[in-house]
Nanobody, 122 residues
């Protein structure tokens, strides 16, 4: 089972990026998919999650109204559209998967991808 995150890069404050996470090795249509981020020297924190149907999402307060999580089960992929980026959004972003309900803590997620680095310049 592998999760491959991509789409990170360097962007100016106020700009946008779209992260993608491709899942392989099994079908994730019954899994909750989540995005987390980890800034240097800080703990990994929850960003957003989406249930398997795509009908329910949850976003951290710090990104609500700016970031949007979505998924395409036919492609085994999940996306994070990030708008109005701020320097404090700079971090390595990780996608993760778990069965069942949406969770906001890292310990509930069974599968993790490698991070993709997002750097927002002021």
């Amino acid at each position: 089972v592998q999760l491959q995150a991509s789409g990170g890069g360097l962007v100016q404050a106020g700009g946008s990026l779209r992260l993608s996470c491709a899942a392989s090795g099994r079908t994730f249509s019954n899994y909750v998919m989540g995005w987390f981020r980890q800034a240097p020297g800080k703990e990994r924190e929850f960003v957003a999650a989406i249930v398997w149907s795509g009908g329910s999402t949850y976003h951290a307060d710090s990104v609500k109204g700016r970031f949007t999580i979505s998924r395409d089960n036919s492609k085994n992929a999940v996306y994070l559209q990030m708008n109005s980026l701020k320097p404090e959004d700079t971090a390595a972003y990780y996608c993760a998967a778990r069965p069942g309900f949406i969770a906001t803590t890292t310990t509930y997620y069974d599968y993790w991808g490698q991070g993709t680095l997002v750097t927002v310049s002021s």
